[in-house]
Structures are given as structure tokens and as C-alpha cells.
């Protein structure tokens, strides 16, 4: 049975930085392409960022770019996303994903439908 795990969410104040992790078992780790999507309060569940199972390719909403990165660790079936100048606007459950087959295109990864696999969710809360 396939388990996607967060951990590492919390309570930080804005600016300040956290690292999600997303353990993965039940499936061949290395063969998935892995994201990041996130759901705040009252709103739909979006987007975040992604990587493609070789690590080799990376995708990023506009509204994390240039603050989040997103990681993994194949032989510790391991991805991470470590998020810095944190803000409010960043509260939300972020959820981890995972999809063996996507088109290598942004807008592929962006879709939530194209996702087989989700885990339960981790809270980010970011004070000003």
C-alpha cells in the first residue's frame, strides 16, 4: 500500500524558514515524479512545486519561486522542500504528491488531477 508521510510543519514567524519532508513507501520511490501542493484556509488546493523522478527537472508556482526549494533523496526515499522568507500569505496544509507518468511540462505538474497518490498533510502557520 502506497504511504506518503509529512513532517516539519509548524508555527514560524514571517521570514523565517521551515523544511517539509515527504517519506514515501509502498511504491519504487525512485520512478515517481514527487510535488508540493497547498491548501490555505477557505481556498482550493494549489500548486507549490515539483520534481521529476530523476531529480533532473524542477517546477514552481510564481509565488514560491526564488524562495522554496524542492529535493529528494532516492536512496532515503525522501523529498523535501525547504521553505525560506517565509510569509504569511504561505499558511496552509501543504500536501505531498506523487505521479510515475507526466509530460515534462509545467503545466502537467500544476494539475492536480494528473497526481495518483496524496499524503494526509502538514500545517504550515506563518505570523507576522
Known amino acids: 500500500q502506497v504511504q506518503l508521510v509529512e513532517s516539519g510543519g509548524g508555527l514560524v514567524q514571517a521570514g523565517g524558514s521551515l523544511r517539509l519532508s515527504c517519506a514515501a513507501s509502498g511504491r519504487t520511490f525512485s520512478r515517481d515524479n514527487m510535488g508540493w501542493f497547498r491548501q490555505a484556509p477557505g481556498k482550493e488546493r494549489e500548486f507549490a512545486a515539483a520534481?521529476?523522478?530523476?531529480?533532473?527537472?524542477?517546477y514552481y508556482a510564481d509565488s514560491v519561486k526564488g524562495r522554496f526549494t524542492i529535493s529528494r533523496d532516492n536512496a532515503k526515499n525522501t523529498m523535501y522542500l525547504q521553505m525560506n522568507s517565509l510569509k504569511p500569505e504561505d499558511t496552509a496544509v501543504y500536501y505531498c504528491?506523487?505521479?510515475?507518468?507526466?509530460?515534462?511540462?509545467?503545466?502537467?505538474?500544476?494539475?492536480?488531477?494528473?497526481?495518483?497518490?496524496w499524503g494526509q498533510g502538514t500545517q504550515v502557520t506563518v505570523s507576522s
Open positions: 520534481i521529476s523522478w530523476s531529480g533532473g527537472s524542477t
Open positions: 504528491a506523487a505521479a510515475q507518468s507526466l509530460p515534462n511540462r509545467y503545466s502537467e505538474y500544476a494539475r492536480e488531477a494528473r497526481w495518483s497518490y
